[in-house]
């Protein structure tokens, strides 16, 4: 089942099909679903990346999270000023 531009309902239903499929054929079928919003505004990068490694998250897709959260910097730009770049530490970028 194509699951693009499709609505979460139905999109949750091609997921169970799938798995119930896989189930059905003895194959493997392995999901990750990581919910990026308010809920993680907050997070120290170090601590979420310890729990991600403690849940399971390891080596290559650790790595991925690892370099999507590290070395991040911001900075704000008012008319012709620029701020100092500040690291971000925390949240979910």
């Not at 194959?27 to 399971?56: C, N, P, R, V």
Request: proline content about 1%.
């Amino acid at each position: 089942m194509d699951l693009e531009k499709r609505s979460t309902e139905m999109a949750l239903i091609g997921i169970c099909e799938q798995i119930a499929n896989s189930l059905d054929n003895r194959e493997f079928f392995a999901g990750e679903f990581i919910d990026l919003s308010k809920a993680f505004d907050t997070i120290d990068h170090t601590i979420l990346l310890k729990k991600l490694e403690h849940y399971g998250i390891r080596g290559i897709t650790l790595d991925w999270f690892k370099s999507y959260l590290t070395n991040r910097v911001q900075f704000v730009t008012l008319e012709s000023f620029n701020s100092n770049n500040g690291l971000i530490t925390c949240g979910v970028p």
